[in-house]
């Protein structure tokens, strides 16, 4: 697929906000793509997790795009996101760090945050939207995060290079496109060994889960093809499709 329509804003709330508020005005044809310099209210997965936004330290963005909800189309956009993860990875080994993928959503640089991934689904009348934001912390410095509950970095702090976010956007871009072709056209197993290689957690370390109602503890045993997350827990193999690895 090809990116047909850019919006570029140098200020604005939440560019999935903006999207998903503005559905009808995008083409329903290829990906739209909507980024900010800065977001007075960036979006993390949960309501009371916020992506800080400074102006110019990251790229803010999110892709926009429609399909016809076929039940085989809709099983696999659980998995879109860890796709867009592995995207924003390969920008980023590009340019000169390695980091791991936190499943489902986020990228780690020796256990601190890089990156960040939302992906959400809304009706519009017979086709569906999916909106895949990220968030990548491109040329903060540690003052820019001295506020923050939990380890962060940059891909300035890692390298000692700044970098545009434009320039950077349009790096992931290529990326993300050449895979979202991929994807839509067979699915989630061309990425599974690629995104397993690159997950924090490996077969064997003990994990904790936090579910909507509960935590679970358990051993990691793998990534299905399905994206699920299988645990060992109390000696049976359980598989988990959302949550909050910890």
Request: with cysteine.
């Amino acid at each position: 697929m090809q990116t047909l329509f850019h919006l570029h804003f140098a200020s604005i709330d939440s560019t999935q906000t903006w999207a998903k508020q503005h559905l009808h005005e995008l083409p329903q044809e290829g990906v739209s793509l909507i980024s900010a310099e800065t977001q007075t209210a960036g979006r993390g997965r949960f309501p009371s997790r916020k992506w800080v936004s400074p102006k110019g330290m990251g790229v803010y963005a999110t892709f926009c795009f429609f399909i016809s909800p076929t039940e085989e189309l809709r099983s696999r956009l659980g998995t879109l996101g860890l796709v867009l993860a592995f995207s924003a990875a390969l920008f980023l080994e590009k340019n000169g760090i390695f980091p791991k993928i936190k499943w489902p959503n986020d990228l780690l640089v020796e256990q601190k945050k890089i990156g960040g991934i939302l992906v959400e689904t809304t009706p519009v009348e017979e086709k569906w939207a999916v909106l895949a934001g990220l968030g990548i912390n491109l040329n903060g410095e540690k003052a820019s995060f001295q506020e923050l509950q939990r380890p962060v970095t940059s891909l300035f702090l890692e390298t000692g290079r700044p970098k545009k976010p434009l320039d950077a956007l349009q790096e992931m871009q290529y990326f993300f496109l050449r895979n979202l072709s991929l994807f839509l056209q067979e699915g989630f197993s061309p990425f599974l060994s690629s995104i397993q290689e690159r997950l924090v957690h490996r077969k064997g370390d003990l994990v904790s889960l936090q579910l909507s109602s509960q935590k679970i503890l358990g051993e990691m045993v793998s990534m299905l093809p399905s994206g699920a997350l299988q645990l060992l827990v109390d000696g049976i193999p359980l598989s988990f499709y959302s949550g909050e690895m910890e």
